[in-house]
């Protein structure tokens, strides 16, 4: 068979590995930041652009989307052309989606501290990103598939099949947990509401960790560990069944995240069976990794990339093994809200994601610029570094959430709460926080020395931008081969439909039922809409990022029933376009706020948190005292939201700002009487409105009692 | 935890679908596996070993 011979394109590569550790070390800084404001909240400057609501979307976004996002194209780019003996279909597509991608990651460090968010978790950027994101996404899609056409190697090998499953999957989630309707070019409103929303946004955020955060680094785990071990897979069967059984399984265990809500107990029950039933595949997965070292573990001692591996996949199973236990109800019932889940993301992170994305820049950049790494003793000190960073962080992220846990629980033999103010559960977990941050500033200090170790590695060297290789051009298949897996690996379209219906199945069977039988999701009928000026003060809860310490779900719990009031229930959500039920309680839950204080104690707390709660460690917004609120919006807001299916009536869009400045008036009025001056056209009045109103539709009804039943 | 899964007021059959569903995916995939050749999983598992670099030699770090 004649040999072809072609190049592979190195520069790509290059181009995403400097992207990766470029803002990787933004997205750890930001990190690092928004630690430190948990701890002094003074930290954001006293400007609006850097506290903790919008700049912790902003951290999440960086590392996800910008350091993740940037080193799984290095690895795929890398990886595809040479397991394919191919290079990439189209180099202006390579640029393309080099380019578009960090515009978008630009356009989101712009756009998130300005408030400008849909506040879905992992998913905060407004829709005009959304649609970018989208073209690049296929742009991605067409050069990878691309590839796969003219590639000169028949048959896929595993690491491909994950690339495929990664890009299918994370076009479905993306799509649709991006169905919104723009209300102005940086204002958009979800399609779902309430239980629904919640479910399609947990169905997503889930997703996105196992089909952005865990399916591409296994392809790369797949394709280079054994590269750098020098020895092939330990089984290739094993890693079929795991590809098959971790799509597969992975996509029904989103509602692990909502349990003891509102939603379906049957659905809330689907997702605890087979987060638990996730440990297998996942499992398997480590395994297959650690067993490829067998016989190579002396190098493992003295190659700092092996190192960097070994911890990378023994973090991915102990987050694999942790995921599971705490989807078990009694576990989540103490763990859930508190920093359990914060350690449990970051082992994942920290560990898997950015200790794999660091074995394989040492492992890679040398490669591509054909010299030896600068410094083999440097990159084992960041690996110390880096292992005691996650050490410092983990652990005391652990403690902090079982203490705060059930001190949140702890009743008196009397009966009533022992720790009734919230805020004494926080501020006994602040030396935590200061572990956790210095755990944060060793594993930043150890990408630091990384950078230069690789910076002075690519000065040593010289980017080999067109590496030559060569192979056989691939022959007509003259024999049917009888194996169907072994069929199937040649056959890229037919596979991307498999692994397509496959990862449908499981978010069919939990969304139809929820969005179609109306039982799912029973009403209350004296819950209302929101005025015009609830309105408006609920988009300014949702651009000041209040959810991610606060959340609006009170569980079936006699201790948070006893500290919040009746628990939630389906009903009341109704028209929470988007849910804001949240996923961490650095503060309290407010779902019951709504006339739990007067107005002029929230006018105090939201200039400073520390004049009704001294030691609070909430940041103050003076800000909504003095900046004017943006009736324009009032129409079109009430508007789209009756597209949406809220029942305004034709005279209370008509009247929108009219009603909206009485409710004003007479909050303003109320604040007036107890010594405070300020007008009625001020953000913060919409914003008191918006929380005096919080949980108070079913106070007005006996229906809490007979619809808990049926609800929960 | 059992409780979970049995006490769901008349919606188990939600829950005992999916689980078929899954059982069946996962002979089916053991179908797979059982009927591929020796020979063939060798020739995949060293992929990554051959990537037609043509100076394929291991550089050390």
């Known amino acids: 068979m004649q040999l072809t011979t072609f190049n592979y394109d190195n520069k790509i590569v290059r181009d995403f590995a400097i992207a990766t550790i470029v803002w990787g070390i933004v997205g750890m800084s930001v990190g690092l930041l928004v630690a430190v404001q948990l701890i002094w909240p003074f930290m954001n400057f006293d400007l609006q652009y850097t506290t903790f609501g919008r700049i912790r979307p902003l951290h999440t976004n960086a590392v996800i989307f910008a350091f993740v996002g940037n080193a799984i194209f290095m690895g795929v780019y890398y990886s595809l052309q040479r397991l394919l003996k191919a290079r990439m279909y189209s180099d202006v597509l390579s640029r393309i989606h080099f380019w578009g991608w960090q515009l978008i990651i630009l356009a989101a460090a712009l756009t998130l501290p300005l408030g400008l968010t849909t506040s879905h978790e992992y998913a905060e950027l407004e829709w005009p990103i959304d649609v970018g994101l989208t073209i690049i996404w296929v742009v991605f899609g067409i050069n990878m598939f691309g590839t796969i056409i003219k590639r000169r190697e028949r048959h896929m090998y595993v690491a491909i099949w994950f690339y495929i499953a990664t890009f299918v999957t994370v076009a479905v989630l993306h799509i649709v947990n991006s169905v919104q309707l723009p209300v102005s070019m940086w204002k958009s409103y979800y399609l779902y509401a309430g239980v629904q929303d919640a479910l399609v946004q947990w169905w997503y955020g889930h997703n996105a960790v196992a089909f952005f955060l865990t399916t591409p680094y296994l392809g790369m785990m797949y394709y280079f560990l054994p590269k750098m071990a020098n020895r092939p897979v330990y089984s290739y069967k094993l890693s079929i069944l795991h590809f098959w059984s971790l799509i597969f399984i992975y996509i029904w265990a989103g509602p692990h995240h909502l349990l003891y809500t509102a939603l379906p107990e049957w659905v809330q029950s689907l997702g605890v069976v087979f987060s638990i039933m996730l440990i297998a595949p996942s499992w398997g997965g480590m395994i297959n990794g650690l067993l490829t070292l067998r016989g190579a573990w002396d190098k493992v001692r003295t190659d700092p990339t092996l190192k960097f591996m070994v911890v990378a996949l023994t973090a991915y199973g102990m987050a694999t093994f942790e995921g599971p236990m705490l989807s078990l109800k009694q576990v989540n019932a103490i763990a859930h809200f508190t920093d359990w889940i914060v350690a449990h993301v970051h082992v994942g992170a920290l560990g898997w994601n950015g200790f794999m994305t660091f074995g394989i820049l040492y492992w890679l950049v040398p490669r591509i610029y054909k010299t030896e790494l600068y410094s083999k003793k440097l990159a084992s000190v960041h690996f110390w570094i880096g292992t005691l960073g996650i050490l410092f962080y983990a652990i005391p992220m652990y403690w902090a959430a079982v203490v705060q846990g059930l001190m949140w629980k702890e009743f008196t033999p009397e009966g009533v709460l022992k720790y009734p103010n919230f805020l004494a559960t926080t501020l006994q977990i602040i030396p935590m926080h200061m572990l956790r941050a210095i755990g944060g500033t060793l594993y930043l200090a150890g990408a630091l020395l990384m950078t230069y170790n690789l910076v002075k590695t690519m000065r040593q060297g010289r980017l080999l931008a067109n590496e030559p290789a060569q192979a056989p051009e691939l022959a007509p298949v003259v024999v049917n081969e009888r194996a169907v897996h072994r069929r199937l690996e040649r056959k890229p379209a037919l596979f991307m439909v498999l692994a397509l219906i496959t990862i449908l199945i499981g978010g069919m069977v939990q969304m139809m039922p929820t969005f179609m039988i109306s039982s799912n999701v029973p009403t209350i009928s004296s819950v209302l809409p929101y005025t015009a000026l609830e309105l408006q003060g609920r988009d300014l809860y949702i651009r000041e990022g209040c959810v991610n310490c606060h959340s609006q779900t009170v569980r079936p719990f006699r201790s948070e029933t006893a500290r919040y009031g009746d628990y939630s229930m389906a009903g009341e959500y109704v028209y929470d376009h988007p849910f804001l039920w949240g996923s961490k309680r650095t503060g309290p839950d407010l779902h019951r706020i709504g006339g739990k204080y007067p107005n002029k104690w929230h006018f105090d707390h939201m200039l400073d948190p520390t004049i009704t709660s001294p030691g609070s460690i909430m940041p103050a917004y003076p800000w909504l005292s003095e900046q004017l609120l943006d009736t324009t919006t009032t129409k079109a807001k009430l508007n789209a939201m009756r597209l949406l299916g809220v029942p305004y009536s034709d005279d209370e869009v008509n009247t929108g700002n009219l009603r909206l400045w009485q409710q004003a008036e007479a909050i303003a009025a109320d604040l007036q009487e107890q010594g405070v001056a300020v007008r009625p056209d001020h953000e913060i009045v919409a914003l008191i409105a918006y929380l005096q109103r919080l949980g108070t539709d079913i106070k007005n009804t006996g229906a809490s009692a007979s619809q808990s039943a049926t609800n929960q | ?61």
């Open chain 2, 1 to 61: 935890m059992f409780k979970q899964i049995t006490e769901l007021s008349g919606n188990e059959w939600y829950l005992i679908v999916s689980l078929w569903i899954f059982l069946l995916f996962f002979i089916g995939v053991g179908i797979f596996l059982f009927r591929m050749r020796k020979d063939h999983i060798q020739y995949m598992k060293n992929r990554p070993m051959d990537d037609g670099e043509g100076h394929d030699e291991p550089f050390s770090i």
